[in-house]
């Protein structure tokens, strides 16, 4: 016998109508597909909760209407293992107020939006402050990279990915439409703390020809990425800097900007603690609880 979909729609029948115009606030049970009727009232839904729904695969789908969701400000997902992307891209256009994004435990989990090269042409997450990715070991990207031109993550504060083990670029895009002649620059002036932990198929950080800029960075760990080409440096000013490069011309750049006394800048696939304008060395660094950990139980496999 088939066994029976669960949908949402016999979940909580109050929910539609006046009666959910006052909920803010909603943690959800299991289902394999969530908000695909267009009956509910969610419009003053702040927070959404979604965890160890075993059985999730979409979480909006149907003809939803996407002003019920205006208001949605922090979307925590945890433990969905058959989930395989968060966002449709008609959702992911309209999620004006949404500041957190918190994603762990999500096995299958693929992409963060459906189709994302398709909505990247289109403004998104403008309030986005928050992305903590954790243990997501399908995962092969965050997001285009052109999400973050025209100021679409202007707001970013903290960006942390950890034990994203498939992960191979946190921001793809084509190379082959990048001239090697001219590099773009992207300033994200807002991102406070990064974290790149035990990402061991970490390529780079973004692809060839573009230049990311973090002025305001405090905190700046990258840990157990040993195939990384994205180079990281501080330069004068304490920006930080992370720029991808071609494998032939690592050396040369290295060798002609590590002369400049006030930069600082890292070996290719180093771990780096670095925060405030000051480096911990080696030792340092592997002393973190979280980083040491995985780095020992990573090359003991």
């Known amino acids: ?39 509910y009232n969610l419009s003053r839904l702040k927070i959404l909760n979604l965890s160890e729904l075993t059985e999730l695969r979409l979480i909006w789908s ?44 999500c096995e299958e989990l693929e992409q963060i939006i459906e189709n994302d090269q398709a909505s990247s042409q289109y403004h998104l997450f403008p309030n986005l402050t928050l992305i903590d990715i954790h243990r997501c070991k399908n995962l092969k990207c965050l997001f285009p990279v052109t999400l973050a031109h025209g ?35 992207i300033h994200l002036s807002q991102l406070n ?50 720029k991808t490069q071609a494998s032939q011309s690592v050396n040369k750049i290295i060798v002609g900007e590590s002369a400049t006394s006030q930069e600082t800048a890292w070996p290719i696939g180093s771990n780096i603690w670095w925060q405030n304008g000051k480096e911990d060395d080696s030792e340092q660094v592997t002393a973190l609880p979280e980083l040491s950990e995985w780095e020992n139980e990573w090359s003991n496999k």
């Open 1 to 39: 016998m088939t066994k029976k979909k669960q949908r949402s729609k016999v979940m909580v029948p109050e929910m539609r109508g006046e009666a959910s115009t006052s909920m803010k606030y909603l943690t959800i049970s299991n289902f394999e597909e969530l908000f695909e009727y267009s009956g």
């Open 62 to 105: 149907g003809p939803i209407q996407v002003e019920n969701f205006q208001n949605l400000t922090q979307l925590t997902v945890k433990d969905c293992k058959r989930l395989r992307y968060i966002f449709s891209s008609t959702m992911a256009r309209n999620l004006p107020q949404m500041s957190s994004l918190d994603i762990s435990d």
């Open 151 to 185: 100021g679409q993550l202007s707001k970013l504060y903290q960006l942390n990915v950890r034990r994203v083990t498939k992960l191979e670029q946190v921001f793809k895009g084509d190379e082959a439409n990048v001239s090697k002649y001219e590099e773009k620059v």
């Open 193 to 242: 703390t990064m974290m790149l932990d035990g990402i061991p198929n970490l390529v780079s950080f973004s692809p060839m020809g573009y230049h990311f800029v973090f002025q305001s960075l405090r905190l700046l760990q990258v840990g157990v990425c040993p195939n990384v080409t994205t180079r990281f440096r501080v330069d004068s000013k304490q920006s930080v800097h992370a």
